[in-house]
């Protein structure tokens, strides 16, 4: 098969932990016969910095015509520190996901037994912890109006949902479901927000179509304790925009360390994979991310947008065996053993597969 992908590196650890996709796909095609063409793009502070805006149209079309996007990572500490800035590398992430409709975000959740030691959670609790977290990703406060009144005084952001973009992200996420344990999770705050109420209104009115499916509901702020007091109890969560935001950060320790969680957002058109922890500016350029995050969404590309699960297996059991061997970074590595660099790691995992 002929692949075409948009490479999208962004800012900060976003091109050294990419790279390492890179090479475990060029692997991946090696083996299985295909071949991979890529496209760079630019988004976020990089593209400020070249063109004026975190999400130029060049790249926007680069990857409309492409059939995946790889997704490094957005931000620079040099627009945290300014509110008063007009533009943000992460109005390019969010212009992204609007404009390739890219209204779900899959983020799986898994554990890796050798690491449940590095979980700030008991062992016991995260041993066999899996779950899947299905978050809405065009809209809410997000993209609900926004502004500032009375000389600046008073600000605003608005959550919206329409009925469509509930129901969409509910039949996603009950279908997911019954490919999985069965049992969907809506988290929502229901009994305070009026976008919470339809959303449960909708999910009331879909729960019939899957008899099979176990649906429960959660209010958030419950949501964010059970999933640390026990994260076995999810099989898959079904949320709206900040929501999911918050609870996949929180989700991440479980596994033990951030650079382990992989994310495929997908929707109207081309789908787009990254890993979750952003771009990390303290370790950029020192060849010490943990690039499995980024290796691992380079896996969910083959699996969602190519359907070649055997090939997102082959790059699932290089990750493992190398966390299995230790050859990890510094995050993951086990007291007073030697930490592996960035490319150590990806080359490592490129040559096992
Ligand atoms: C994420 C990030 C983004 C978000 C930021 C960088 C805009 O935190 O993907 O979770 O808030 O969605
Ligand atoms: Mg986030």
Redesign the pocket.
């Known amino acids: 098969m002929k692949l075409k992908i948009a490479e999208v590196p962004g800012d900060g650890i976003g091109p050294e932990v990419v790279g390492q996709a890179v090479k475990a796909v060029d692997a991946v095609c090696r083996k299985f016969g295909h071949s991979a063409e890529y496209t760079m793009a630019y988004v976020g502070a990089c593209a400020i910095d070249r063109f004026g805006d975190p999400y130029p149209e060049e790249s926007h079309k680069i990857c409309m015509d492409s059939d995946a996007v790889l997704f490094g990572?957005?931000?620079d500490p040099k627009y945290d520190n300014d509110p008063t800035s007009k533009v943000r590398?992460?109005q390019g992430?969010?212009a992204i996901?609007k404009k390739l409709g890219l209204y779900a975000?899959i983020r799986p959740v898994e554990t890796f037994k050798s690491l449940l030691y590095k979980s700030p959670l008991k062992e016991g609790l995260v041993d066999g912890a899996d779950f899947v977290c299905v978050?809405e990703?065009t809209g809410g406060m997000?993209f609900g109006e926004k502004g500032r009144r009375d000389n600046g005084d008073t600000a605003f952001d608005t959550n919206v949902y329409h009925r469509f973009e509930i129901e969409r992200i509910l039949k996603l996420a009950f279908e997911y479901a019954m490919r999985r344990h069965r049992h969907l999770t809506v988290v929502d705050k229901a009994n305070v927000l009026e976008t919470s109420r339809l959303w449960r209104q909708v999910a009331q009115g879909m729960e019939h179509e899957y008899p099979d499916v176990q649906t429960d509901y959660m209010f958030v702020d419950n949501a964010s304790m059970q999933l640390i007091r026990c994260p076995k109890f999810f099989d898959v969560i079904v949320t709206e925009?900040?929501f999911?935001?918050i609870l996949?950060?929180e989700a991440s320790c479980i596994s033990g360390s951030m650079g382990l969680l992989a994310?495929a957002s997908i929707g109207e058109h081309t789908s787009l994979f990254?890993p979750?922890h952003?771009?990390y500016p303290q370790a950029a350029g020192k060849n010490i991310a943990n690039p499995l995050a980024a290796i691992l969404s380079a896996a969910m590309m083959f699996e969602y947008s190519f359907g070649l699960m055997e090939e997102g297996k082959a790059i699932r059991k290089a990750v493992a065996a190398s966390i299995e061997a230790g050859i990890v970074t510094e995050d993951l590595a086990s007291e007073g053993a030697k930490a592996y660099s960035t490319t150590e790691v990806g080359d490592w995992v490129a040559k096992h597969i």
């Open positions: 990572a957005v931000g590398p992460e992430l969010l996901r975000n978050r990703l997000y925009n900040t999911g935001d996949t950060d994310s990254e979750i952003g771009s």
